[in-house]
């Protein structure tokens, strides 16, 4: 039963990282949370010539100057990134994604919790867990992108 209840919860976050990785491509913004999501696949990569190419490509894609998906980052950091290319760390992108993950709390959060893709993934989940049974617990609109991203 509590495997159960775990898996309708992943469902479920899932369902709203899917439906909050729509909204941002309906807002033409979708790049932060590609980001975000490269980001975390990077920092878990554990050969170092993966580390290299990796770091290599999130550059090329979101960093340097007229990427493809382009993020807004100030050219400090966008400077910092591109000489820790030469030996990349885990961390060499920490400060860029922490940028993004602020700018999509302070600005594409608050604009997806109105949202019909949120509200009908957030009505699609009370009902899962009502067929299902169980109780559930209401999250707090403000913990909804900590949330999203646990599964990063």
Not at 23 to 41: K, T, Y
């Given at each position: 039963m509590a495997f159960r209840g775990l898996y309708q919860q992943a469902l479920s976050v899932t369902e709203y990282l899917a439906a909050f990785q729509s909204?941002?491509?309906?807002?033409?913004?979708?790049?932060?949370?590609?980001?975000?999501?490269?980001?975390?696949?990077f920092r878990a990569t554990t050969s170092p010539d993966a580390l290299r190419w990796k770091a290599q490509e999130i550059y090329q894609e979101f960093?340097?100057?007229?990427?493809?998906?382009?993020?807004?980052?100030?050219?400090?950091i966008r400077e910092k990134i591109k000489k820790s290319l030469e030996k990349p760390s885990l961390s060499c992108f920490n400060e860029a994604q922490q940028h993004v993950y602020l700018l999509m709390e302070r600005d594409?959060?608050?604009?997806?919790?109105?949202?019909?893709?949120?509200?009908?993934?957030?009505?699609?989940?009370?009902?899962?867990?009502?067929?299902?049974?169980?109780e559930k617990e209401e999250r707090e609109e403000e913990g909804v992108l900590p949330l999203l991203f646990s599964l990063g």
């Open positions: 909204f941002l491509q309906s807002e033409f913004s979708e790049e932060n949370i590609e980001f975000w999501l490269a980001c975390e696949d960093i340097q100057p007229t990427a493809c998906r382009e993020i807004n980052v100030d050219h400090h594409s959060c608050p604009r997806f919790l109105h949202s019909d893709a949120y509200l009908s993934v957030k009505h699609r989940s009370r009902t899962l867990c009502e067929v299902g049974g169980e």
